[in-house]
């Protein structure tokens, strides 16, 4: 019982300190944020697969947007696979890969080549973004609001020695 | 908080002391060493079709991160299959503590103590790190080394010096343990002060003196000690999380330049393996190029200059908004425990996304560990590409934001006052933002 109130009491007693900031870090994760959400559009995307690189490497559209791929390998057998999305395509040199999806959830999603093509295939990634990065602002928020609260801890400093001394 | 003794429980305690236990784990890890160095020489050169790089690169290197160093601090050093044949050979035999005085063997050279050694290693492995991580050639090459280099150095110098000098590895951990909840102590220092013949010390692998353990960095759990000692005066505790950092472990010059290694490197490998830039991934791994030149100079103005230097001008921001009387070299020591906490979670944050989305290769590749199209567990041909999904985006948020809390806090316990806090906080909260974008952005 000692042993386990020991493990406890500490993490109470954090609890009880910092209850403003647990609900806040709360709230940063789960309310919603007021961006404005732009109409949604048709849009068709070439993406060139070659030897670990996707042209573009970085594809950014709006939240609903229908979005329309056509893959495009330029060496090797190439492939797109979409975090997220469940979206997987394959494209034989020379010959274009066609699909399309509506981009339904916001956020930031990797595609990845879904065809081993070499040793950094594995590593052979581009990068959607749909809408604005909520997910990141938010865990930017969280580590600011982690280091304000780190910050009202009080130090033991004047317990130890000098710097100097150490 | 009180610790928990695990050599007092009846179910740890005889796993602890008996020999036989660690020598079953460590001989399937030598075993299965080899044949990963044979694997990656003689199977497949593609790297997600063979065992040596998934089981290396995915398995054991994620494994390392998110279960030995977070649980145990050095608890892998303690089966690590690279120093056996040369401790058994310097034992005089595989069951055999260390033999008492016996040994003629050198000191590692006083020049080269410190970590100074294997944050270079460190360093390299980052530079060839799209090389080595995806070719199985490269991969057996460097363990062979590895394993070539720390039998030589057993033969001439005393101890583990490989281990505690020269392995990339062995740094990286050594580092970490001071973060870790394991520790071994000494229980009452009259008992050890009173024996004579300091048992625990001549069998120590690693050199180490019990009674003298402040940090566990050099301490392999081993349990030697544990073993060895008259008055069964070893403890092998249980203490939370970062207790030796926040009970003002002293660091040293070099300890400072390995953390900034481990966060630069952090960085950029994240930027290599989990980035959409192409460009970035073949100049790293096209060595020999005109643009690895690039790249190589970049790396080593990143490694060398840039991180060091937001730290440096961090610190003397801080010493100077205190008019701290203090040498900066002094400071730079002295805040460096910070850089712990910052650097474990942005790799466990990275090993997140890295083994997460790789994992399904692990599986294939026991059915075929050399890719030659066999299929012995009914597993080929079954890797998925992977994603990252909702839950580990969200856990490596949780983690990059917890340690930079812990950065903080770490570095308010080793201020004087807020306003010191400040340009550390500065650089704490740049770099999780970085690692953050890096991830997930």
């Known amino acids: 019982m000692n042993r386990i109130a020991r493990l406890v009491n500490p993490v109470k007693s954090f609890i009880r300190k910092n209850w403003f900031s647990i609900v806040l870090a709360t709230g940063i994760f789960w309310l919603p944020l007021p961006f404005p959400e732009k109409p949604p559009q048709e849009r068709h995307i070439r993406i060139e697969a070659s030897a670990y690189r996707f042209i573009p490497e970085e594809?950014?559209?709006?939240?609903?947007?229908?979005?329309?791929?056509?893959?495009?390998?330029?060496?090797?057998?190439?492939?797109?696979?979409?975090d997220g999305y469940s979206l997987v395509m394959r494209a034989e040199p020379g010959q274009t890969a066609k699909a399309t999806f509506t981009a339904d959830r916001s956020g930031v999603f990797r595609f990845r080549c879904a065809v081993p093509c070499g040793n950094l295939h594995p590593f052979m990634i581009g990068k959607l973004r749909v809408g604005d990065d909520i997910f990141l602002i938010r865990g930017i928020a969280l580590g600011l609001l982690g280091i304000g609260v780190a910050m009202r801890i009080p130090s033991t400093f004047s317990k130890k020695p000098h710097i100097g001394t150490l | 908080m009180s610790r928990i003794d695990l050599s007092q429980s009846s179910y740890f305690a005889p796993l602890l002391r008996n020999r036989w236990p660690q020598f079953l784990i460590r001989a399937v890890t030598l075993a299965g060493f080899l044949f990963t160095i044979l694997t990656g020489l003689i199977g497949s050169e593609v790297g997600s079709n063979n065992f040596a790089v998934v089981f290396v690169w995915i398995a054991w290197w994620s494994a390392l991160k998110l279960f030995f160093i977070p649980l145990g601090g050095r608890s892998w050093c303690s089966i690590c299959p690279i120093p056996m044949p040369g401790e058994w050979l310097q034992n005089g035999g595989i069951f055999n503590p260390r033999r008492f005085q016996s040994s003629k063997r050198k000191n590692w050279p006083k020049a080269l103590r410190g970590n100074w050694l294997q944050a270079i290693a460190f360093l390299l492995i980052g530079l060839f790190g799209a090389v080595i991580l995806t070719s199985p050639r490269v991969t057996a090459l460097v363990l062979l080394g590895l394993f070539i280099v720390a039998f030589i150095l057993s033969l001439i110098f005393e101890r583990r010096s490989f281990c505690l000098?020269?392995?990339?590895?062995?740094?990286?951990?050594?580092?970490?343990?001071?973060?870790?909840?394991?520790?071994?102590?000494?229980?009452?220092?009259?008992?050890?002060?009173?024996?004579?013949?300091?048992?625990?010390?001549?069998?120590?692998?690693?050199?180490?003196?019990?009674?003298?353990?402040k940090s566990s960095t050099n301490c392999g759990l081993c349990m030697e000690c544990l073993r060895v000692c008259p008055y069964d005066n070893i403890s092998v505790n249980l203490r939370t999380w970062g207790e030796e950092i926040s009970k003002g472990s002293k660091a040293t010059l070099d300890e400072t330049f390995l953390g900034l290694m481990m966060l630069t490197t952090a960085l950029a490998d994240a930027a290599i393996f989990l980035g959409p830039w192409g460009k970035l991934k073949s100049a790293a791994y096209e060595v020999g190029t005109p643009e690895w030149w690039w790249f190589v100079i970049a790396f080593l103005l990143g490694a060398l200059f840039l991180i060091p230097g937001l730290y440096f001008l961090a610190v003397w921001s801080s010493t100077r908004l205190e008019r701290s009387r203090n040498t900066l070299r002094s400071a730079l020591t002295h805040f460096s425990p910070f850089l712990l906490p910052l650097g474990l979670t942005s790799w466990i944050a990275f090993t997140i996304s890295f083994a997460f989305t790789k994992f399904s290769y692990v599986l294939p590749v026991l059915s075929d560990p050399l890719g030659w199209g066999w299929n012995l567990l009914g597993l080929s041909g079954k890797t998925g590409v992977g994603e990252i999904s909702p839950l580990s985006s969200f856990l490596q948020i949780v983690i990059i934001a917890a340690g930079m809390f812990w950065a903080t806090r770490t570095a308010r316990h080793l201020s004087s006052s807020n306003r010191q806090v400040v340009p550390l906080a500065i650089f704490i909260a740049s770099f999780g933002i970085a690692m953050m974008w890096l991830l997930m952005g």
């Open chain 1, 59 to 82: 594809i950014f559209v709006n939240a609903g947007d229908q979005i329309t791929i056509e893959l495009v390998s330029t060496d090797v057998i190439h492939g797109l696979s979409l």
């Open chain 2, 165 to 213: 000098y020269l392995c990339p590895i062995g740094g990286f951990t050594g580092l970490y343990a001071k973060l870790a909840p394991l520790e071994v102590r000494t229980k009452q220092s009259v008992l050890c002060a009173k024996h004579a013949q300091k048992t625990c010390y001549q069998v120590c692998p690693w050199g180490q003196y019990p009674l003298a353990l």
